[in-house]
């Protein structure tokens, strides 16, 4: 099993626009799959996650938030997955690589966006370029050095 974190952004880059600005090592980038448009990257020996991107069209992502559920539904997105090995020696180096693509992610666009753990606890929004986070006092708290690495 892994800790999965997503990182949707909302509207109509491809998926290889988002792969060329989450991840700088060519090398490493997400190639196709077999899945249509999806892309993936084995990256846990390297950063400690496998790394999916898949775009899609009339999405409904729902959450818990700080205020209770969340609920979004952007014409056209594209989500960015990292599976995130729960060996206990590699997760902060494998969650620090994760923070560092999502914050590369967010400041190189404007999309609206959303960060989620498990794909049911929010941790983060992006609304007409304004940033959002939730579980400030638990998640964030706990790890410190994501809010060094994504403001807001």
Known sequence: MAVEYRLTLAGRSSTEEIA?????????RPKPTP?????AADLYEELGFGLDILSGQHGCFEG??????????PDAFVSTTFRITKNPERYDEALRNTLEIVARL???GTEDAAFMLDADTLLLTRVNGQTQKHRRASWWHHYGYAGDLIPG
């Not at 818990?64 to 539904?73: L, Q």
């Open 20 to 28: 060329t600005r989450a991840v700088a090592d060519p090398g490493q």
């Open 64 to 73: 818990e938030s700080d205020t209770g559920i969340w609920v979004w539904e």
């Open 35 to 39: 899945y249509g448009r999806a892309l």
């Open 106 to 108: 967010l400041a190189s």
